[in-house]
């Protein structure tokens, strides 16, 4: 795995609030949250960019999103509402080159966006 503050965090090097975590993948709070909740969910696969998962690795992408979805209803924002993002590259606003995916609910989110 590449060297990124996630794969630091994996490896218990750094300390995250983590929500979740499964053989597939690993989850937690942002440190600079841009929403009152605000998870990040990262693959344990290393690839930088979504441009980067081959085609024949998909069902990553649906694995986060899946583990996202759940987390909402497990902690009752399912109903009222949250978004799902995922940057690719700089202009995205893509800070960390380890794909993630975040998870963003609890305030109307029309003036809250995500970097990272």
């Known amino acids: ?12 090097e750094i300390p995250a609030d983590i929500v979740y975590e499964d053989d597939d993948m690993i989850a937690f709070r942002d440190i600079a949250p841009q929403a009152p909740v605000h998870v990040l969910f990262v693959p344990k696969r290393d690839y930088a960019t979504l441009n980067d998962v081959p085609a024949d ?9 899946v583990a996202a979805a759940s987390y909402a209803k497990r902690e009752g924002f399912d109903q009222s509402g949250y978004r799902i993002v995922m940057n690719c ?7 960390v080159f380890q794909i993630h995916l975040h998870l963003l609910a609890g305030a109307p989110l029309g003036r809250f966006g995500t970097k990272g």
């Not at 795995?1 to 218990?12: C, G, L, V």
């Not at 690795?57 to 999103?65: C, D, P, Y």
Request: charged share 25%; net charge positive.
């Open 57 to 65: 690795a998909s069902e990553v992408i649906g694995k986060l999103a």
């Open 1 to 12: 795995m590449s060297e990124t503050i996630f794969s630091k965090i994996m490896r218990r």
């Open 89 to 95: 590259n700089g202009d995205a606003g893509q800070t």
